[in-house]
């Protein structure tokens, strides 16, 4: 009724055919093999509640409407409280003792890359037993650490949860109210649910204000009208175009560059296979190796048994792997007649690791499936199968209502890109990273990001043809009500024709000299037929003009004149003067947008830097400690800074036109790269990734050389991966010969081909090439995106 976008469905809810009927889930439990009993059964103790997805712009309204529903006293939000986990204890505790940041991060980044690791386990892994036997601080920090490990650092509201009561909370709850004046329980979700409160998660989902704004584009600039229900599942285009070429920035849940790779390997090509890589690519099974051997099942490349018969009807979908904990409840109902609500009950005694109920589950299991004829040995065997794998076990209808809504944003993608693309960036205006991320993928995709102009850019990204127009609401100092008035005055008075036209137009109440400077450093001004230079010259004339003009009006003179004048075709001569050097304009882009427009300073090295560079700064997420990274870019935000020696050391970024990483160099390597420090410079650097929690590495910077002098080393070993298809798989090796046969070299070639469900070979190949900057292009034209891999310098 009020259109705020919803979200398809989220956990167990999804499995309820009354909850689909109803219109609070969009995916069909029957077509999905959702079993109910995982949302509600006899034997469940706890009560359910249905989680709810949100568009994020509008979560507000749904809790100010619940609010005045059941009164301002009867609803709060809920605090959580963060817990010092191992990192972030020792990074405080080092803190405290005044130790130098480059001295904890040493420490920290000591702590094992491990889910949920404990501090005690840590202190066993050997670096950090050899830190603390070297250095009496670092045995301090790991000993105050540990006792401060689980405490609570602080407190905050829970992202979604709200808690409806039929009397006053405070009667209930302590509670508190925010500097927003929005009130929080002081107890957290564990202690309302003692109470018996209840309590509903409202989340806020930035996907579904893509896909609402996306389809008010598509209406708004090619007519048509979406309906997401009757969007078909089955669509090839979307398949192969966007998810199994790993094309997916943007696609909800698949757009990791781990992700990607998955993708290209696993060719999905149905949304059980969407479904299957949601509900895999998670810490447990990617550490327990499951991912492999999953590809090669569906590729027919390892055999799919199942050790019995009864199994098959369960477990085909997913290659005979049991992959959801639905699976888990199946398989105890069919074999050992377990009721599905006792299955559930089996199914969370599995996910906690209860060893004494897991006994007697173990042998009710046994008994169970014996008395129905089947062989002991195997029915033990399965036990312990679903045993193992319900750690990993992931549940499906929450997996299946993700893999939905994954499968709408790839298909817009694949059949509306511009306006999808669109409604994108505005969701990320702000995140420079992504806004740089998601233009680098239009280019890639053929659609041009265009500068924001005054005389046609709206608030936000907006389609222009089959190009994207940046939105006025990017250019910094800019607020939505200079927007509103420049909008305002272009549909009144149709577009401007000078600056000075532009000044006496827009009310200049809304609008001052330092935002129109912003534009003309954005290049929001360059359709008005004067350079930047002249415009700036002239910007504080045009603004004399413009007041005076707006000041006559608003005293009744104009109309007084009006007969006889016409302000709009006064004529205002500009200065000559030379427009601004394109570094001065980069400059000046960066500044407003955050990002280059007109151009990008590593331009003029664009045939060097793919012969220099292993790697971008879009594809670091995934790197192990101590990798090795090569790459040309930009140093910019460089802060100099004292560890606790008093040596200096550096922090810094590297914009790479991709965009931009974190870097550092430490006190060691500080004097000797000092002198080619400089901000703006372009630099090749060498570096070892250092990874961080929950984001991509920072880079240890080892060595600086300016761009100009860097020498191009050819890597000694290069890995090409092509997949082939039936109608491609001769094109494609003709390609490959040709382009080796003509670009010869010393570089050793291993060439990994693969053919779904037929086939997947490793060879090296006898010829050598010369990888250069012409040879990767035109691999990435035969084999696709990031085809070719640098396996030895």
């Not at 309820?16 to 995982?38: K, Q």
């Not at 690791?117 to 050899?130: N, S």
């Not at 709850?173 to 929080?184: D, G, S």
């Not at 949304?271 to 690519?281: F, G, S, T, V």
Request: charged share 30%; glycine share 8%; aromatic share 8%.
């Amino acid at each position: 009724q009020r259109g705020i976008p919803v979200g398809p469905g989220r956990g167990s809810a999804a499995g309820s055919l009354v909850s689909y009927a109803m219109e609070i889930t969009d995916v069909d439990p029957l077509e999905y093999g959702l079993l109910f009993e995982r949302f509600l059964n006899p034997e469940r103790i706890s009560m359910p509640d249905i989680d709810i997805d949100f568009c994020t712009n509008r979560r507000g309204e749904v809790i100010q409407y619940v609010t005045e529903k059941y009164g301002r006293e009867q609803v709060a939000q809920i605090i959580t409280f963060g817990t010092l986990a191992a990192k972030a204890a020792i990074k405080d505790v080092g803190r405290v003792l005044d130790m130098s940041f480059a001295d904890v991060d040493r420490i920290s980044k000591a702590v094992p890359r491990q889910l949920n690791i404990k501090l005690k386990d840590a202190m066993e892994d050997a670096e950090l037993k050899d830190l603390a036997s070297k250095d009496p601080r670092v045995k301090d920090v790991l000993e105050v650490s540990l006792k401060l490990e689980g405490v609570c650092r602080n407190a905050g509201m829970h992202a979604a949860g709200v808690v409806i009561s039929s009397v006053p909370l405070k009667e209930l709850v302590p509670i508190y109210v925010t500097n927003k004046q929005e009130i929080v329980t002081q107890y957290d979700m564990v202690g309302l649910e003692k109470l018996g409160l209840l309590k509903m998660d409202f989340l806020g989902l930035t996907t579904l204000t893509i896909v609402e704004e996306a389809m008010k584009l598509i209406e708004k600039y090619r007519g048509t009208k979406i309906a997401l229900e009757e969007l078909p599942l089955d669509d090839a285009e979307t398949y192969d175009k966007i998810f199994s070429t790993g094309f997916t920035s943007g696609v909800f849940q698949f757009e990791s560059s781990g992700m990607q790779d998955i993708l290209r390997r696993y060719q999905p090509n149905r949304i059980e296979d969407l479904c299957a890589l949601n509900a895999l690519y998670r810490p447990g099974p990617i550490q327990g190796g499951m991912i492999p051997d999953f590809i090669d099942r569906k590729h027919g490349r390892k055999p799919i048994a199942y050790d019995l018969p009864e199994l098959e009807e369960i477990l085909a979908e997913t290659y005979g792997v049991i992959l959801y904990q639905e699976q888990v409840m199946q398989i105890s109902n069919k074999l050992a007649g377990y009721s599905l609500g006792d299955a559930d009950i089996l199914r969370r005694a599995m996910g906690k690791k209860n060893a004494a109920e897991m006994a007697k589950q173990r042998e009710r299991f046994i008994t169970g499936a014996t008395a129905r004829g089947l062989p002991a040995k195997k029915v033990a065997r399965i036990f312990d199968l679903m045993e193992q794998f319900a750690g990993y076990g992931f549940n499906k209808s929450h997996s299946a209502a993700y893999a939905y809504l994954a499968y709408v944003t790839a298909y817009l993608k694949a059949h509306y890109s511009v306006e999808f693309m669109s409604a994108l960036l505005t969701s990320e205006s702000g995140n420079m990273d992504k806004i740089v991320k998601y233009i680098n993928e239009c280019r890639e995709m053929g659609i041009a990001v265009l500068p924001p102009d005054i005389n046609h850019s709206d608030l936000n990204f907006t389609p222009s043809g089959d190009a994207i127009r940046f939105g006025l609401g990017a250019v910094k100092n800019a607020g939505q009500g200079a927007v509103e008035a420049i909008v305002e005055a272009r549909q009144e008075g149709g577009p401007f024709t000078s600056v000075y036209n532009f000044c006496e137009r827009v009310n200049l109440g809304s609008i001052n000299r330092r935002v129109i400077e912003s534009f003309v450093k954005a290049g929001a001004l360059d359709s008005l037929g004067a350079n930047r230079a002249q415009l700036t010259e002239a910007l504080d004339r045009a603004l004399e003009s413009g007041m005076r003009v707006q000041r006559d009006k608003a005293m009744g003179q104009h109309g007084l004149f009006a007969a006889f004048v016409d302000e709009h075709k006064t004529e205002h001569p500009l200065a000559k003067l030379p427009d601004w050097t394109m570094e001065e304009k980069l400059a000046g882009e960066k500044e407003i947008l955050g990002i280059y427009v007109s151009g990008h300073p590593l331009d003029r090295f664009r045939e060097k830097v793919p012969d220099l560079a292993t790697h971008y700064t879009d594809k670091l997420e995934d790197l192990e400690k101590g990798t090795e990274v090569k790459l040309c870019g930009i140093l910019t935000n460089i802060v100099r800074k004292t560890n606790r020696e008093g040596k200096y050391w550096a922090a810094l970024k590297i914009d790479d036109r991709r965009g931009t990483a974190d870097a550092m160099v430490f006190a060691s390597r500080y004097e000797e790269l000092l002198s080619e420090l400089r901000e703006d410079a372009a630099v090749f650097v060498r570096a070892s990734a250092l990874p961080e929690e929950g984001g991509p590495p920072k880079l240890s910077i080892q060595e600086i050389v300016k761009l100009e002098d860097a020498h191009v080393d050819l890597p000694s070993l290069i890995s090409i991966r092509c997949w082939l298809k039936d109608e491609s798989s001769t094109e494609k090796a003709n390609a490959l010969s040709e382009l080796f046969g003509r670009k010869q070299g010393n570089t050793e070639v291993r060439l990994r081909i693969e053919k779904p469900r037929d086939f997947s070979v490793i060879m090296d190949v006898t010829m050598k090439v010369r990888p250069d900057r012409e040879f990767r292009a035109e691999i990435e034209k035969i084999c696709g995106p990031e085809s070719m891999e640098i396996l030895a310098g």
